[in-house]
């Protein structure tokens, strides 16, 4: 339990991220991938629904004792809290009401924002861009862990530990690697957010407000449905940077384990990310994949060769903006 991790250092590499030429030969190929791209009818439906079925638990735990809130908080509306980040990701592409209406997709993202009870997805977008644009690039890539996080978890008490305050290294780490000026969008989420936890605070007091927040804090943590914060870039075999997961988990993601589909492919929305895969199976068929999240988390923490250095890095020209 107290070996140290054999890595020292992220995996640096000097060239090109893979899924730009992955896109370029594929589309190459098959070129009615083109009619997958652009929005997805269904998503805000779907998101709409599991908003207001968390305004409905809000009202249910509100008698509760407190260690049932805390069960039904980690149980299930963290769940939905966790699902609804990924419903945000999916909308930052704006592909739930297309390109054309980006700014729908701004807004939408807000009220999807709501039971998580925190102002997020605001944040999330003006940081995600560079995700994709500029992937495992030293201080642009804010999904990175920090040398000093590499360094101190790198036992599997520390690693599990770690993997507990997920949620607080994932929103303070952007502050620190690559610090943006606040947007007008930001201050607007933080209004409405905060507004409307005021709200559920005056009509059914502070227990439905830590069911929300706690919710959303412990299933972004230490639980089965983050795993795919692992699963998705962590280098569990050498050369490959991006893996997929195609488990039953998926249903309730968005269809986010199909990370390298995403990644080639940012503009699809995760109900069509399958049919990628289909179409392009000789693309996708050989490369290493995950087949439970749960086991990625096992292997993580107990695995010395795996910790939070094991990160692919890459040195990455700021591009201009038009």
Request: with cysteine.
């Amino acid at each position: 339990m107290g070996n140290r991790v054999t890595r020292e250092d992220f995996e640096w590499v000097y060239t090109e991220q893979p899924h730009t030429q992955r896109r370029k030969e594929i589309l190459a190929k098959y070129p009615e991938i083109k009619t997958l791209m652009g929005p997805d009818p269904h998503l805000k439906w779907i998101v709409s629904g599991m908003v207001f079925m968390q305004f409905l638990a809000c009202y249910l735990v509100k008698d509760l004792s407190w260690k049932w809130v805390f069960f039904w908080a980690y149980a299930f509306g963290g769940c939905v809290n966790h699902s609804l980040t990924l419903a945000i990701h999916d909308i930052s592409h704006n592909v739930a009401f297309g390109n054309k209406q980006a700014k729908w997709n701004r807004w939408f993202a807000v009220f999807a924002n709501l039971p998580i009870g925190i102002p997020y997805s605001a944040s999330f977008k003006k940081y995600h861009i560079d995700h994709h644009r500029y992937l495992g690039g030293d201080s642009l890539d804010v999904d990175i862990p920090t040398d000093f996080e590499g360094w101190f978890f790198c036992t599997p008490l520390r690693k599990l530990l770690w993997l507990f305050l997920q949620p607080l290294f994932y929103s303070l780490r952007p502050l620190y690697v690559n610090p943006k000026a606040i947007t007008r969008m930001e201050i607007f989420n933080a209004l409405v957010q905060f507004s409307i936890d005021l709200i559920v605070y005056y009509l059914w007091g502070l227990k439905p407000i830590i069911y929300l927040i706690a919710g959303t804090i412990l299933c972004m943590g230490l639980h089965p449905i983050s795993g795919h914060f692992i699963a998705e870039h962590y280098m569990f075999l050498k050369g490959y940077e991006t893996y997929s997961y195609y488990g039953p988990l998926n249903w309730l993601t968005f269809n986010v384990g199909y990370h390298m589909e995403h990644h080639d492919f940012p503009s699809i929305p995760g109900c069509r990310l399958p049919m990628v895969k289909k179409i392009a199976a000789e693309y996708y068929d050989n490369l290493p994949h995950h087949q439970s999240w749960i086991r990625v988390l096992w292997d993580f923490v107990f695995d010395d060769s795996i910790g939070p250095y094991s990160r692919v890095k890459r040195l990455c020209k700021l591009a201009k903006e038009s």
